[in-house]
T-cell receptor, first 116, second 113 residues
């Protein structure tokens, strides 16, 4: 149980285009979902906390107008990278905080974004 | 500022050795601490979760300890195998309104056959 999926698993796009990444909790409801970014050989850095039905909370230094987050249901959050540039190339990982537990998050498999 | 650091950054050992990975955190008022494994280009696999009231947790060849007062946790891997090769991340949860995790810098482990 407690499975999180991400789609797509990888994407290549041209500079200036927008890319949407989906994060779904398959067998549990998640009031809160988190979006992380991981650059090569670095650790995960929290980008934003996504709450169902309300605006996301962004970490310091993360541009909310560039990384649009929508959490329309208890099982789906989306991250849209707008006007992507090569420096946005990274591994994006989401996690779901289940409503049945306050102890841990469940992580998706990640999405590799490459901006040319 | 709440920071989590892991030492060493990289480690290479021959198969069969016992090894210890270290994690330190600056703010000791944690809710829980978790160890994860990450294979190259993949997501995270949870290994062990230690609540703030616990001293250690064990799962198979893995043992994680927690010393809140000193701001440290260790992950002990017994009889290492090549399949243990991965990056190991510790993450601290400070609780509160959200279960936001602060990740450590990671240790890249290579177990040589």
């Amino acid at each position: 149980g407690a499975v999180v999926s991400q789609h797509p698993s990888w994407v290549i796009c041209k500079s200036g285009t927008s890319v949407k990444i989906e994060c779904r909790s398959l067998d549990f409801q998640a009031t809160t979902m988190f979006w992380y970014r991981q650059f090569p050989k670095q650790s995960l850095m929290l980008m934003a906390t996504s709450n169902e039905g309300s605006k996301a909370t962004y970490e310091q230094g993360v541009e909310k107008d560039k990384f649009l987050i929508n959490h329309a249901s208890l099982t789906l959050s989306t991250l849209t990278v707008t006007s992507a540039h090569p420096e946005d190339s990274s591994f994006y990982i989401c996690s779901g905080d289940p409503t049945f537990s306050t102890d841990t998050q469940y992580f998706g498999p990640g999405t590799r974004l490459t901006v040319l | 500022k709440q920071e989590v650091t892991q030492i060493p950054a990289a480690l290479s050992v021959p198969e069969g050795e016992n090894l210890v990975l270290n994690c330190s955190f600056t703010d000791s008022a944690i809710y829980n601490l978790q160890w994860f494994r990450q294979d190259p280009g993949k997501g995270l696999t949870s290994l062990l979760l230690i609540q703030s009231s616990q001293r250690e947790q064990t799962s198979g060849r893995l043992n994680a300890s927690l010393d809140k007062s000193s701001g440290r946790s260790t992950l002990y891997i017994a009889a290492s195998q090549p399949g243990d090769s991965a990056t190991y991340l510790c993450a601290v949860n400070y609780g509160g309104a959200t279960n936001k995790l602060i990740f450590g810098t990671g240790t890249l482990l290579a177990v040589q056959p």
